[in-house]
């Protein structure tokens, strides 16, 4: 029992200071669990982050559940999730509950000023997948043809499942000759539990296609059935779930575009998980009624098939990461998703968000010192806010 403790009590200090995203959450359990405490190898924590990093799902999560799942098994895994995401969820959910007195009490400039940190943090995410994923002819015409097609696209619901699936065909047909021969190997005597969890996930989200067609899309039910899908197909990291988000809760009408950005960019500047824009989305979309159980259902369907993937293909992996078909097409797929995330950066986060001239100059800025370390994200959010304060009061003068 106190094995169990001081695994939740670990990642609940993790979940309150681990600012700065996903890639600055692996830096923290690299500290705390490589270096500290000695949990586990320089090779094992690498091995772990690449799994994380081609799995759909929350990169940053998925790794904490993953260390608690070599700690405890299931319940580990359960536990490390749930001390990492419940500060944030509890911050994301409270905003959920006061933005509308936010709204009142605040200067207009202050959630245009996190509308700015989102176009900086996006531009900034997007330009390290674009530099490390992108690295061949055939990803970047996958990326450049997912953003013209979502771009035409972007007022169908399934537009980004279509785009998702194909480029998971086209990954699975492309390869050299020479790589055939390793993937037959290694997919002989594939233990229960991996076609146990993988039947799972793949039910769970033909059954939620199914469910929809006879439930309204926009009541409870409806929205937890919505974000299992979404946690189901974001391969690519956190900031990937803009443009699912925006296809099936912003176009449908259960959350307007202002109020998600104005989420979006308080998820920027909370430490934790950026997946729990899901309970600020489930408490907003339901403000009226039952925000608590918006927010909560949200919250678990988002994160449901990360633990369905995990269990599924952990026991396996040393086996798996082998594969030259399984990578290729994990690939193609992170390729697609990165022209999502161009696709949603145009239109809505940059349409939306750069009003005036000193937008765009102060945006310039804030890539410009991201991209190449001249400030730590939370220092710059900082800035922002207090620059455009600044104007607010300036404007009352």
């Not at 993953?66 to 405890?72: E, V």
């Not at 936010?102 to 997007?126: Q, S």
């Not at 608590?292 to 269990?311: D, E, K, N, Q, R």
């Amino acid at each position: 029992m106190k094995s169990y403790i001081e695994l939740f009590w670990i990642f609940l200090k993790l979940g309150c200071t681990s600012f700065g995203g996903p890639i600055a959450h692996i830096g923290f359990f690299h500290h705390e669990f490589v270096h500290q405490r000695k949990w586990i190898s320089d090779s094992e924590f690498s091995r772990l982050v690449t799994l994380c990093q081609i799995l759909p799902g929350p990169a940053s999560s998925q790794l904490g559940m993953s260390i608690g799942y070599m700690k405890h098994q299931h319940f580990g895994s359960f536990l490390a999730w749930l001390g990492f995401t419940l500060p944030s969820a509890i911050i994301m959910f409270l905003l959920a509950l006061s933005t509308t007195s936010l709204y009142k009490i605040m200067n207009h400039h202050f959630f245009h000023a996190l509308k700015i940190i989102a176009v900086i943090v996006v531009a900034h995410a997007l330009f390290g997948m674009i530099k490390s994923c992108l690295k061949d002819k055939i990803s970047i015409s996958v990326a450049l043809m997912s953003t013209i097609f979502m771009l035409m696209m972007s007022h169908l619901i399934y537009s980004h499942i279509v785009i998702i699936m194909t480029a998971a065909i086209l990954g699975f047909f492309i390869f050299k000759k020479d790589e055939v021969r390793t993937e037959t190997k290694l997919f002989t005597g594939l233990n229960y539990s991996f076609k146990f969890f993988t039947s799972i996930y793949f039910l769970g989200l033909l059954l939620s296609f199914f469910i929809l067609c006879f439930i309204s899309p926009n009541s409870i039910i409806g929205i937890g059935l919505k974000f299992y899908q979404i946690g189901s197909l974001v391969f690519g990291g956190g900031h990937v779930v803009l443009p699912l988000i925006q296809s099936n809760i912003v176009n449908t009408q259960l959350l307007n575009l202002n109020d998600f950005l104005t989420g979006y960019g308080f998820a920027q500047i909370i430490p934790g998980p950026m997946f729990t824009i899901s309970t600020y989305v489930g408490a907003q979309a339901f403000l009226k009624s039952t925000p608590f159980w918006g927010a909560l259902i949200s919250t678990l369907a988002i994160f449901l098939p990360s633990f369905i993937v995990l269990f599924a293909v952990l026991p396996i992996w040393s086996r798996l990461h082998l594969s030259p078909k399984v990578n290729n097409i994990f690939n193609t797929i992170n390729s697609a998703v990165i022209g999502l995330l161009a696709a949603t950066y145009i239109t809505p986060i940059a349409s939306s968000g750069l009003y005036y001239g000193i937008d765009y100059l102060i945006t310039a800025i804030g890539i410009y010192a991201l991209i190449f370390n001249k400030i730590k994200m939370v220092s710059l959010a900082f800035y922002i806010l207090l620059f455009y304060g600044c104007i607010s009061i300036l404007s009352l003068i």
